[in-house]
């Protein structure tokens, strides 16, 4: 077995992969899998496929139960966190990871079946990938809140902005995610927390469609300043856009390069490339940073969200060291931004052909995570995130910085030589 050789095509496969946006659907309608009965969420899955559904429930945070009841009120089925409690642990709803369904959410990413997904399609590879559209900051769905404004504004998003951006985008003739990423990196952004840059871009690439094909000048504004105003509008196109990347690299036989870090606000998963679509886990910790006024560490929920799809893809905490105003967002400074992306190159396999960094001297951002080395080296990935707040309902309390803990790589690599006879 020439574990070198997989891991070199599986990093290449990564790299080479081009996802551009190219529309939006109903969740229904285009994920693979998705039916009216079922959830997807962020992170591995919440139970065992053998265990029942009420387990997930009991397992979920706060943070997961409070977005499971906003979408499920969303949806027309619940009316209170009792009633999608009931419908969870009766099996009338399930739940399952989006990373099963091609698919990625941020913090809970929680997705139903009615709400509006973009699509994005990996030019170089064929393969598509999806996400939920982002709401913005604070007490929003994602982070567990499902107030009448959290929902109202959910609402308009799916009736109003959903069709406009769908017909913006085709208008378009598609938005390449991975050349837009590769100037926002330029311009100050590391691609998970830090989006300004990217966001703009994002906003400028559509406005001119967004004008042509909105109903009426007032929903033209009303769309471009929820997208200008909104520092994190590109976050999911970008997330789906790096799940596309690493789909691309997964199923190479040999391989060690982690394809999936994901975390549900219980536990912190990875799956590796040649190891199939086995979840490595173990509990998450709780992120270390900065808090909104009033909130503290001890309102904390556990690390949460399927947006380290980032980091798996070689940007996120990998690419900090383009980012330095960010650490006024996660804690810390210039100085630990840059060797936060110094210390990644210890235990990924390659530098980014097209995904590089002016502070370093346009060296390639770190890819590639070798679970070899993570063990060997007694080094864990840099990961930058929001924080939402233990309980349901309540939404976003800060932003940090955690890391994934050790014990599942390392349970990965016993799991690799035991597949593979070493």
């Known amino acids: 077995m020439d574990i070198e050789r997989a891991n070199a095509d599986a990093t290449e496969r990564m790299m080479e992969a081009r996802p551009v946006l190219v529309g939006l659907g109903k969740?229904?309608?285009?994920?693979?899998?998705?039916?009216?009965?079922?959830?997807?969420?962020?992170?591995?899955?919440?139970?065992?496929?053998?265990?029942?559904?009420?387990?997930?429930?009991q397992r979920a945070s706060g943070p997961m139960r409070g977005a499971i009841t906003g979408a499920l009120i969303f949806e027309g089925k619940a009316k209170t966190e009792a009633d999608a409690q009931a419908l969870v642990e009766s099996s009338q709803i399930e739940l399952e990871p989006c990373h099963?369904?091609?698919?990625?959410?941020?913090?809970?990413?929680?997705?139903?079946?009615?709400?509006?997904?973009?699509?994005l399609e990996n030019r170089t590879h064929g393969n598509q990938s999806y996400s939920n559209l982002n709401e913005g900051y604070g007490k929003v769905l994602r982070y567990g809140a499902y107030s009448e404004d959290v929902l109202e504004r959910l609402r308009w998003m799916e009736e109003v902005?959903?069709?406009?951006?769908?017909?913006?985008?085709?208008?378009?003739?598609?938005?390449?995610?991975?050349?837009?990423?590769?100037?926002?990196?330029?311009?100050?952004?590391?691609?998970?927390?830090?989006?300004?840059?990217?966001?703009?871009?994002?906003?400028?690439?559509?406005?001119?469609?967004?004008?042509?094909?909105?109903?009426?000048?007032e929903v033209a504004a009303d769309i471009l300043r929820a997208l200008g105003d909104n520092a994190l509008s590109v976050l999911n196109p970008v997330m789906a856009?790096?799940?596309?990347?690493?789909?691309?690299?997964?199923?190479?036989?040999?391989?060690?390069?982690?394809?999936?870090?994901?975390?549900?606000?219980?536990?912190?998963?990875?799956?590796?490339?040649?190891?199939?679509?086995?979840?490595?886990?173990?509990?998450?910790?709780?992120?270390?940073?900065?808090?909104?006024?009033?909130?503290?560490?001890?309102?904390?929920?556990?690390?949460?969200?399927?947006?380290?799809?980032?980091?798996?893809?070689?940007?996120?905490?990998?690419a900090m060291a383009s980012a330095p105003a960010i650490v006024t967002f996660v804690s810390g400074t210039p100085k630990d931004a840059m060797n936060a992306t110094?210390?990644?190159?210890?235990?990924?396999?390659?530098?980014?052909?097209?995904?590089?960094?002016?502070?370093?001297?346009?060296?390639?951002?770190?890819?590639?995570?070798?679970?070899r080395k993570v063990v060997e080296k007694g080094i864990t990935p840099r990961v930058n995130t929001g924080i939402a707040h233990k309980d349901a309902g309540v939404g976003q309390v800060g932003a940090g910085l955690v890391r994934p803990p050790m014990a599942m790589f390392e349970e990965a690599l016993v799991g690799f030589a035991e597949e593979y006879g070493y």
């Open 100 to 119: 099963d369904h091609q698919a990625v959410g941020p913090m809970a990413g929680v997705t139903s079946s009615s709400m509006s997904v973009y699509i």
């Open 241 to 318: 856009a790096c799940k596309g990347m690493v789909d691309a690299a997964h199923g190479i036989e040999g391989s060690t390069i982690v394809t999936v870090m994901a975390r549900n606000g219980t536990d912190f998963g990875i799956r590796v490339s040649g190891l199939g679509d086995r979840w490595f886990t173990a509990p998450v910790a709780v992120p270390q940073g900065l808090y909104f006024p009033g909130f503290r560490a001890e309102d904390a929920s556990g690390d949460i969200g399927d947006s380290t799809v980032t980091e798996t893809a070689g940007i996120g905490g990998f």
């Open 342 to 371: 110094l210390e990644m190159y210890e235990i990924t396999y390659a530098e980014h052909k097209y995904f590089s960094m002016p502070p370093l001297d346009f060296r390639g951002t770190p890819v590639g995570i070798d679970i």
């Open 27 to 57: 969740a229904r309608d285009v994920i693979p899998g998705m039916r009216e009965d079922l959830l997807l969420h962020a992170g591995p899955p919440l139970t065992l496929r053998s265990e029942p559904q009420g387990k997930a429930w």
């Open 161 to 217: 902005m959903a069709p406009v951006l769908a017909d913006a985008v085709e208008a378009s003739g598609g938005v390449d995610i991975r050349a837009l990423l590769a100037e926002a990196l330029h311009m100050g952004d590391e691609g998970h927390n830090r989006n300004k840059a990217g966001s703009l871009l994002f906003t400028t690439k559509l406005a001119p469609f967004i004008a042509k094909t909105a109903p009426s000048p």
